[in-house]
C-alpha cells in the first residue's frame, strides 16, 4: 500500500485536496469490490494541529504533524492560493519536509502552483517540470536549474512528479493510479471521473498576456512597440530601433526580461489575437492570418499549433460558442 503525505497549510487552494481524496477513496472502493487490497492510504500532513486549514471546522481523521512523519511513500504539494514569496515564506518547514522525505528516498509530486514547493526544494533541478501557465514565466526566472515544460499536463522523472494548472492535477493523480495500480484501474478510473487518461498537452488553454512583470523600462517599451504593431511587418532591427541598445544587447536583454527572444513574442502577440478572433468572430482563418501579419497560411497553421497545441480549425470548434452549437 502506498503511504501518502498530502501537505496542507492555510494557503490550500482546497479543490486539489478534495479531489485527491474522492480519487484515492473511490479507487480503493474499486479494488476491493474487484477482491484486490486497497492501494492507498492518504495522511494529512501539516506544521501543525488546525481545523481551519481547510476553511471550514472539521476534525480531521488521519491528520498528521510534519515531525510526525518519518517515513513516507510520496509526499504531494496541492495548489495555493497568494503570492509565491510570502507563501514559500510562511511553510518554510513544509519545504525542508519534502526535501528530507526526498533524501530519504520517498517520491514526491505538485499538483498545479505546488511545483513552486518542490522547486524550492531543490528536489526538481536538472528535471521537468510543469505547473499552471500563469506561473510559467515567474518559476523560468526564479528557478533556472529546472527545465520549465509550460506545455505538458504531467512530468515524472527521477521520483519527482508534476502536474499541470488547476483542475489539469487531476490527470497527475489519474497518472499516479494508472502507474501504481495498473492499466485496467487507470482506465476505469479514467471512466469513473470523466479525464483523458492519454491527455498530454495543456497548451490550448494558456492566454498570453504579456510579459511585464519585470522592470526594465527599455524592454518594456519594445514590448509595447510590438503590442501596438504586431499586425505590420516589423523586423528584429525596428524593435531594437525603440531601445538605445545593439541588436546582439537587445536580443540578450530582451530573453532575459521576458523569457522570449523578440521574434518569439511577436509570434505570441499575433497568435493570442487570431485565438480571440477564432473564439469571438465569423472571420474565416485566412482573413484572421491577414489581419495580423502573416501572409502564408502553412506556416501560420504551424505557429499556430506549436503555440496552442491545436490546428486553428480545432482550436475555434473547442472555443466558438457558434461553432459548437452547430456541431
Not at 14 to 22: A, F
Not at 202 to 223: L, N, P, T, Y
Not at 247 to 257: E, L, V, Y
Not at 279 to 308: C, H, W
Request: proline residues 3%; positive net charge; hydrophobic residues 35%.
Amino acid at each position: 500500500m502506498k503511504e501518502i503525505a498530502l501537505l496542507i497549510h492555510e494557503d490550500i487552494n482546497l479543490s486539489t485536496i478534495s479531489g485527491v481524496l474522492d480519487m484515492v477513496r473511490h479507487t480503493n472502493r474499486f479494488l476491493v469490490e474487484s477482491g484486490k487490497a486497497e492501494a492507498f492510504s492518504v495522511m494529512l500532513v501539516g506544521e501543525k494541529i488546525n481545523n481551519n486549514l481547510l476553511y471550514f471546522p472539521a476534525q480531521f481523521t488521519g491528520f498528521k504533524t510534519i515531525d510526525e512523519i518519518k517515513d513516507i511513500d510520496l509526499v504531494i504539494a496541492p495548489a495555493f492560493y497568494g503570492p509565491p514569496d510570502l507563501v514559500m515564506h510562511k511553510n518554510k518547514n513544509l519545504i525542508d519536509f519534502i526535501r528530507n522525505m526526498y533524501n530519504k528516498g520517498a517520491e514526491v509530486a505538485s499538483l498545479c502552483f505546488g511545483s513552486y514547493f518542490l522547486a524550492e526544494a531543490g528536489v526538481l533541478d536538472g528535471k521537468p517540470c510543469t505547473t499552471h501557465w500563469v506561473a510559467v514565466d515567474d518559476m523560468k526566472r526564479r528557478y533556472p536549474k529546472v527545465e520549465i515544460l509550460p506545455d505538458m499536463v504531467t512530468t515524472d522523472k527521477g521520483g519527482t512528479y508534476t502536474s499541470g494548472g488547476a483542475f489539469s492535477s487531476m490527470n497527475l493523480v489519474l497518472y499516479l493510479i494508472e502507474k501504481y495500480c495498473g492499466r485496467d484501474t487507470g482506465i476505469w478510473a479514467s471512466k469513473m471521473f470523466s479525464l483523458d487518461i492519454d491527455r498530454t498537452s495543456q497548451a490550448h488553454f494558456k492566454v498570453f498576456e504579456g510579459q511585464h512583470q519585470h522592470e526594465d523600462q527599455e524592454i518594456m517599451r519594445s514590448q509595447l512597440f510590438i503590442e501596438n504593431n504586431y499586425h505590420l511587418p516589423i523586423s528584429v532591427e525596428e524593435i531594437a530601433g525603440q531601445t538605445n541598445m545593439s541588436k546582439r544587447n537587445f536580443i540578450r536583454r530582451f530573453k532575459s526580461a521576458t523569457q522570449n527572444t523578440p521574434m518569439e513574442y511577436l509570434q505570441k502577440v499575433k497568435i493570442e489575437s487570431v485565438k480571440k478572433g477564432l473564439e469571438k468572430t465569423n472571420f474565416n482563418i485566412s482573413e484572421l492570418m491577414y489581419k495580423v501579419g502573416y501572409n502564408d497560411l502553412k506556416t501560420f497553421r504551424k505557429i499556430f499549433k506549436r503555440i496552442t497545441g491545436l490546428t486553428p480549425q480545432d482550436y475555434r470548434s473547442k472555443y466558438c460558442r457558434r461553432a459548437v452549437l452547430e456541431n
